[in-house]
């Protein structure tokens, strides 16, 4: 049963006028950014699934403990206007009820946010594609009824990864709705037979450091053997962590295109480049690679927190973006803000 589930969020909000400029002067957005991946483990579901025994709340991660008022200060400090929430909703689930049920505690959860804090966080809906039936159920709900702005699903689940043919039922609705389909890697389970879940892959390396981004990078080459833009045209997909690592593999894609079963066209692997999205969760490496590889309209900004510390938002993340001599103050304004309003269009206004 799933492990790991998100929901992303869509809203306006003014960040506290002295939150820092890294630019220093001409207008980069940096006042006013939209993040489009911030982590939501409600405080709901935590109590809800500690009382079903699914999860020990000693065991839980420090970034599993999400509240607003530590979400707000962090925002503000990084000049963070609105975060799109990306809930967690990581255990093991008995049954497809148990997981509605889960499903249904952490949306009411993240729309109780977005009342209580006008303009400052949206949310998208968590998608279990293992399980088409609640999927189905989720999105209707979420998108629907609830105003979520996007939907999240992993990047694979039981080592079925998305573009898989089976996933074409949820694809399809989603389609229907030109919803956007935000991604995120799984935690998984990684080292010889019998090793426990979210055990390194390589003792002293943890998984995050480089599995992530390999399973983001499996997904997207999936997605672009099965041509699942040009089956489900009206999806835009956001990659995390700046595509893993697809940008810096791309000319090696494009040369073996051939050894794809079946073969890809190479102009077909250039094509899906350029229609995902990327986001800068990471923080992101220097982005010539990526800015010579995708187009810099598909490049959206990404806290990561609170899975990636306060600190390293405000003191690496956010200063290292703002130097990065490929981006230019229009190139970050479009990174921090304009990108994401031209994706979702709910957020214009804010």
């Known amino acids: 049963m799933p492990e790991y589930g998100a929901v992303g969020i869509t809203a306006g909000g003014t960040a506290r006028p002295d939150a820092a400029d890294p630019a220093g002067g001409e207008d980069d957005g ?49 000049g963070i206007a609105t975060a799109v929430l990306k809930p967690m909703m990581y255990a093991r689930y008995e049954s497809s009820a148990q997981l509605r049920e889960a499903t249904t505690v952490t949306l009411r959860a993240a729309v ?80 010889p037979p019998g090793t426990p879940p979210g055990a390194a892959t390589v003792p002293g390396l943890p998984n995050f450091l480089c599995d992530f981004l390999l399973d983001t990078t499996r997904a997207a080459a999936n997605m672009i053997r099965n041509r699942t833009l040009d089956r489900f045209p009206n999806l835009s997909v956001i990659l995390p962590h700046g595509g893993g690592f697809l940008p810096h593999i791309a000319a090696r894609l494009e040369a073996f295109a051939h050894s794809f079963d079946p073969p890809v066209e190479p102009a077909a692997v250039r094509d899906h480049l350029h229609r995902f999205y990327y986001d800068t969760a990471g923080p992101l490496s220097p982005a010539g690679t990526l800015l010579a590889t995708v187009s810099p309209d598909r490049i959206l900004f990404g806290s990561d927190w609170p899975a990636c510390p306060a600190s390293v938002v405000t003191d690496v993340a956010v200063p290292a973006l703002a130097a990065d001599p490929a981006f230019t103050p229009a190139l970050r304004r479009a990174v921090n803000r304009e990108n994401a309003l031209r994706l979702m269009p709910a957020l214009v206004g804010v």
């Not at 079903?52 to 999400?66: E, S």
Request: hydrophobic letters at 40%; glycine letters at 10%.
């Open 30 to 78: 940096s006042r006013a950014v939209i993040d489009v991946h911030h982590h939501f483990c409600a405080p709901a579901w935590r109590e809800w699934a500690e009382r079903r025994g699914l999860v020990n709340p000693k065991a839980m991660a420090p970034w599993a403990r999400w509240d607003a008022e530590t979400a707000l200060g962090l925002m503000d400090r990084a």
């Open 112 to 191: 109780e946010v977005v009342r209580a804090h006008p303009g400052r966080f949206v949310f998208h809906t968590p998608l279990f594609l293992e399980d088409p039936e609640v999927s189905s159920w989720a999105l209707r709900y979420g998108l629907d009824e609830l105003g979520a702005v996007g939907v999240n699903v992993t990047a694979n689940h039981g080592g079925v990864y998305l573009g898989d043919p089976s996933y074409d039922g949820i694809f399809a609705e989603l389609d229907e709705r030109s919803a956007v389909v935000d991604t995120h890697p799984h935690n998984l389970p990684g080292g």
